[in-house]
């Protein structure tokens, strides 16, 4: 291999490197994501078997649906068993698909009996601001 | 330069590249992130002024301050003026930096007689979920 060749080929791994990370900086958050909140409060008898869940639920799909940017679980200080959560979608079709996910739907039975309210809200984004570095 | 010495330049390089995305996905969200929920109702007169404060407000914290991971601001659907923020700091040092910072000071100068209710809501993180593609 000349040191023509060699340049080309590392030309090329740069190449696949450094526009993905510009990318990336450029992309988070995209143009239009579906951002949802949701507040649940669970039944404390229940409450490690419903966060195994949960966290399970979350793994999965941040893991295998490339639409399903953010899944942010937490609980209420000195409240653990309500939970908020903070969702967001690459846009309405992503998050369309989420719902119809076996993941996602094995999740909803198992917790079915956990959730003793649960309340869902539509947002809209003002500003999604996220730290690049 | 010969072709070995390409080679490593273009080895030191990837080597660059390759390490800070791993990291990257690594660390993001970091082990101990500090996340705090804020539920605001805004003076409806006064939205689109609070809103362009707001705006500044994100925008310069996650450009100069390392430690502010995400400030999401959204409103709630038909609800205007129902303001909800989802924060997130790298650690508790960062978030009392940034209540010091002149920026937040004088958002807050500047928003309070648009703010008529403010609740602050403290969390435990269960699992913050994100896209790493």
Do not use: W
Not at 22 to 48: F, S
Not at 81 to 91: L, T, V
């Amino acid at each position: 291999m000349t040191a023509k060749q060699v340049l080309v080929v590392c030309a090329v791994l740069c190449g696949y490197c450094f526009p993905a990370r510009a990318h990336r900086t450029a992309t988070e958050p995209p143009h239009d994501p579906i951002v949802r909140l949701a507040e649940l409060e669970i039944d404390p008898a229940q409450l490690d078997n419903y966060k195994a869940a949960l966290k399970e639920e979350i793994a999965t799909s941040v893991r295998v649906e490339p639409g399903v940017l953010k899944l942010y679980a937490v609980s209420v200080k000195d409240h653990p068993n309500q939970i908020r959560m903070f969702e967001m979608y690459k846009d309405q079709a992503s998050y369309q698909a989420h719902l119809k996910t076996s993941h996602f739907k094995q999740y909803k039975a198992k917790t079915q009996k956990m959730v003793r309210a649960l309340t869902l809200i539509e947002t809209e984004p003002i500003l999604l601001g996220s730290q690049s570095r």
